[in-house]
């Protein structure tokens, strides 16, 4: 049988980085085996309904790279693929697990519920719907339902959880897993409005859609002796299922929007490469191999298994994700990023000449970790300083600095050319005939020109800001300072 899974994120606005992972290992599971992903939309709480959410999901799901084989937007063979276009299926299925004594009619008011949890933490036991003592088709007897029905009482739909005994199941990435049944809940299938619930939606369509491998987030865990229940009880055959660990933060808390950004949107917004965020998000939680870090989606679609992912939960370190952007920052072409860039270069004043900005991004691009972060770096090359770091000033800006400063300046007037290795040989000679550290006048340089401690090569950032600015910013600063 051929490789089917499925991408089924509920619309809430945005795309989590968890998410994205989730949609990349079905992704990569799919390609490695020449099957086909799918993505489905799980919008059955419409009671969260967001405008424009799914819109945004494809958006930011297609700017990753990932092309679905079947979806809302494509069609296929097995849709509709919204789910809240399939609930007369979703009802006629659930009804069947009635018909078949799977699952059982109950007609408790939210406040019943809440006092068998009241009762229920008082013992000291874990909330669990009590079937024995509430208000349901077992309970009150045949003919007292009919009553309720022919009444039009509002009623769920629940499954009907063995009370003793253990569900098993397997997991690609957890092994062997064996639940304990009376702590599975009797989960509501079809709520009062009719609508199904998340759990029975899904067994439904991942069975019609033919879904031979389910791989989701560690949080669904606890739902898949429910739904392997549900497969048993149809008498449909599982799929496999493999559940992917948590992302954690630094602190190992469950990554979470408080302590950094989650949506997809925002990394991209932030400037980082989508060829780096969909090569960082894969390893969190797996590794093809543990001598690098930089793969093609291609490579990654060869050396993906699901057995190699880990159990533990990976923590998402930012640290890594920029460098790995520059990784990716140093292999675009300084021509391809001038061009992004031009137009808020000339916004912002900085710039409307776009030969001269692009031999500013060669310069400066390994200092930086993410292209939005090029221009507010390099603003000194566009602007000439008239601030100066106080500390750096005080360190170099030295009576000796101020003596033999001039003197170079003079021979850079002078000099024929204004490429690095020639400036670079002038104040070595200088360094050498007046017994004066190199360094010394390397960082005054630096000072003068662009007022700021850190930078590219001092040598290169002369060259590229040409003699006529190198010699017009010194003056300036001599005229304030000297
Ligand atoms: N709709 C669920 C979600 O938002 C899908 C879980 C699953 O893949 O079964 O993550």
């Given amino acids: 049988m051929s490789v089917r899974v499925r991408f089924a994120p509920s619309p809430t606005g945005y795309l989590h980085v ?13 390609k490695h085996h020449g099957g086909k992903c799918i993505l489905r939309i799980e919008d059955t709480d419409r009671t969260r309904f967001v ?39 979703y009802r006629q299925y659930g009804m069947e697990l009635l018909h078949k004594g799977h699952a059982y009619y109950a007609f408790d008011t939210p406040e019943e519920l809440d006092a068998m949890r009241e009762r229920q933490q008082k013992a000291g036991i874990a909330p ?5 003592t509430m208000r349901n088709q077992y309970t009150l007897g045949e003919a007292e339902t009919a009553r309720l029905m022919a009444d039009n009482a509002p009623h769920v739909i629940r499954l009907k959880v063995p009370l003793a005994g253990e ?30 619930t998340y759990h029975l939606a899904n067994v439904v369509d991942d069975h019609f859609m033919q879904i031979t491998h389910v791989i989701r987030g560690e949080e669904w865990l606890p739902s898949t002796p429910k739904h ?49 965020l969909v090569n960082f998000v894969p390893l969190l939680g797996w590794n093809p191999t543990s001598d ?22 990976a923590v998402f370190d930012i640290q890594k994700l920029d460098w790995m952007n520059n990784e990716y920052l140093r292999l675009k072409p300084s021509a391809e990023l001038a061009d992004a860039l031009i137009d808020e270069a000339c916004e912002k004043g900085l710039t409307d000449n776009k030969a001269y900005l692009e031999q500013v991004i060669t310069l400066v691009r390994e200092r930086v970790h993410k292209v939005n972060e090029l ?46 290795t020639t400036l670079n040989g002038i104040v070595k000679e ?52 000297a």
């Avoid at 799901?61 to 509709?80: H, K, T």
């Avoid at 092994?175 to 809940?185: Q, T």
């Avoid at 190992?252 to 950094?260: N, V, W």
């Fill in 18 to 30: 968890g998410g994205l992972r989730t949609a990349l290992y079905n992704y990569l599971f799919a």
């Fill in 51 to 89: 405008e424009g959410a799914v819109e945004n999901l494809i958006r930011s799901l297609r700017w990753a790279g990932i092309e679905f084989d079947e979806s809302p937007e494509v069609g296929g063979e097995y849709g509709p693929y919204t789910q809240s276009e399939r609930f007369d299926m």
């Fill in 128 to 132: 669990r719907y009590d079937r024995t």
């Fill in 167 to 196: 569900i098993k199941f397997s997991d690609l990435v957890r092994g062997e897993i064996v639940v304990p049944a009376r702590d599975v809940d009797d989960q509501i299938l079809l709520k009062s409005d009719g609508f199904p």
């Fill in 228 to 276: 392997a229940l549900m497969y048993d009880a149809f008498g449909w055959e599982r799929p496999a299922f493999a559940h992917l660990p948590l992302l954690l933060n630094p602190d190992k808390s469950k990554l979470s929007k408080r302590q950094g950004d989650v949506a997809v949107e925002d990394y991209r917004d932030k400037g980082y490469f989508k060829e780096a």
């Fill in 292 to 313: 690098r870090e930089i793969f093609s989606m291609a490579e990654m679609i060869e050396t993906f298994r699901l057995e190699k992912v880990n159990k533990a939960g």
């Fill in 375 to 420: 221009l507010p770096f390099a603003t000194y090359m566009f602007q000439q300083p008239t601030e100066f770091d106080e500390e750096y000033k005080a360190k170099f800006w030295t009576d000796e600095a101020k003596q033999h400063i001039p003197k170079i300046i003079e021979k850079f007037r002078h000099a024929e050319s204004f490429d690095h």
């Fill in 430 to 481: 200088y360094a050498k005939e007046s017994g004066v550290k190199m360094g010394v006048f390397a960082n005054v340089l630096r000072l003068m020109t662009t007022g700021k401690q850190v930078g590219a090569g001092v040598f290169e950032t002369l060259e590229t800001l040409g003699k006529e600015h190198v010699l017009a910013r010194c003056e300036y600063f001599l005229g304030r300072f």
